[in-house]
């Protein structure tokens, strides 16, 4: 039996944890009526009615509730604020690495530059670090200590009502296609992300594509993801989460994915388009491409269920499938705060779901160290994941005499 109590104390990762999506309640309700944000209701049980709900119809309801946390996200106080929250409350749990994701131009405007958002959130989490750096449990107890690093998201699709720098960019171009100016602000995030990272040392470690996969292909984002490869920086794409295998293909081909975030719909022919003659091949050759290359899937099963209604139960979740073919898989709260979720609570799930013992948790969990995107050389990466597993084995051992 893995209790949670185990659970709790295993060192684990977060490498697709949204910002935006995982502020603490309270702290958006005191946000919001500081910077005079009207939300649907000013408290927790209220707005956990009202929007963040325990399900949705789909995922453009779940994304429902960010048009809140971004309009209170819009300054540098309340960027620090909820980086450094969101540290705590992943040390807190057991969480000893973390990859913050969020879309910087959607919290961008005159006066507040790609670059001030990004200070601002690394502050916040640079401050929580060095906290728990200084703290008794890695001074006594020997814990692991705690280390971060950023993942810029690009948009697959905006609107002017987005952002005003989305609103400027749009009006800039108007003559554009659309697909133009999606490519464009993407590569203008990478050239930004690229820079910063150079000229202040703060860990961006990864680029990423979010937003509307169907209608919305990645090969418009080409360039940006060359920018990124070219810069030495790593890549993820959110793929499969909305459609099918071709667009878990498109992001490893035409973006050089190193990671797949959501991947849930890797094992589903029926979702392939007519120029795919054998799906079923198709799927088994693109799980095979993804096992041989290690390329690491960022699940995230709760926030997953929320979104297709077709899915009943855990037990349904691809992620089964994963661990049945010896896939590089992490587990991910994609959205603490929308999915009422912890990596905890992650863990917990897949291991009744999928019945898994103690060597599927230890691959798994060992995964997301290995596969982060760890800020550093090599040989630090190689040292803190040794010290990763020297802990994890000592809970072990505690845990199960």
């Known amino acids: 039996m893995i209790s949670t109590d185990l659970i709790r104390a295993l060192p684990k990762t977060d490498l697709h944890l949204h910002l935006d999506g995982s502020l603490r309640e309270q702290t958006l309700i005191e946000l919001a009526r500081e910077r005079s944000v009207s939300l649907p209701s000013e408290t927790v049980e209220g707005l956990n009615e009202l929007v963040f709900r325990s399900h949705y119809a789909n995922l453009a309801e779940y994304l429902h509730g960010f048009q809140y946390t971004c309009a209170v996200l819009q300054d540098a106080e309340a960027l620090e604020r909820t980086a450094y929250e969101l540290a705590w409350d992943n040390i807190n749990e057991g969480v000893r690495y973390i990859e913050v994701r969020f879309a910087p131009q959607l919290h961008t405007h005159r006066g507040f530059s790609i670059k001030d958002v990004l200070l601002a959130v690394n502050r916040g989490l640079a401050r ?5 750096r200084l703290s008794a449990a890695v001074a006594e107890k020997g814990e692991p200590p705690f280390h971060y690093g950023i993942i810029v998201c690009a948009m697959r699709f905006f609107t002017a009502g987005f952002s005003s720098y989305f609103a400027h960019l749009i009006d800039l171009f108007q003559d ?32 990423d594509l979010a937003g509307r996969e169907d209608g919305y292909p990645a090969s418009e984002h080409q360039q940006a993801y060359d920018y990124a490869h070219r810069s030495f920086m790593q890549k993820t794409v959110h793929a499969g989460e909305a459609y099918g295998p071709e667009s878990i293909f498109q992001a490893l081909t035409d973006l050089h ?62 992620f089964g499938e994963m661990l049945k073919q010896k896939l590089s898989a992490s587990l991910c709260t994609d959205n603490r705060l ?4 912890t990596v905890t609570r992650e863990v917990e799930i897949a291991v009744e779901a999928f019945n898994m013992d103690l060597n599927q948790l230890r691959q798994t969990l060992i995964y997301g160290f290995k596969r982060s995107f760890f800020y550093g050389p090599y040989t630090e990466r190689r040292a803190y994941v040794r010290c990763i597993i020297d802990y994890y084995d000592k809970m072990i051992a505690e845990h199960t005499a």
């Open 338 to 341: 929308v999915s009422h979720t």
């Open 257 to 318: 994915a190193d990671r797949i975030g959501h991947g849930y719909h890797l094992f589903s022919p029926e979702l392939c388009g007519p120029a795919v003659k054998d799906p079923k091949a198709y799927v088994q050759r693109l799980a095979s491409y993804i096992a041989d290359r290690r390329v690491t899937i960022e699940v995230c099963i709760t926030s997953n269920l929320q979104t297709m209604p077709s899915v009943k139960s855990a037990k349904e979740h691809a």
């Open 176 to 207: 554009a296609p659309p697909e133009q100016y999606f490519g464009l602000a993407s590569l203008e995030l990478a050239r930004a992300a690229v820079r910063v990272r150079d000229q202040e040392g703060i860990p961006i470690v990864g680029f």
């Open 128 to 132: 929580a670090e060095q906290e728990h």
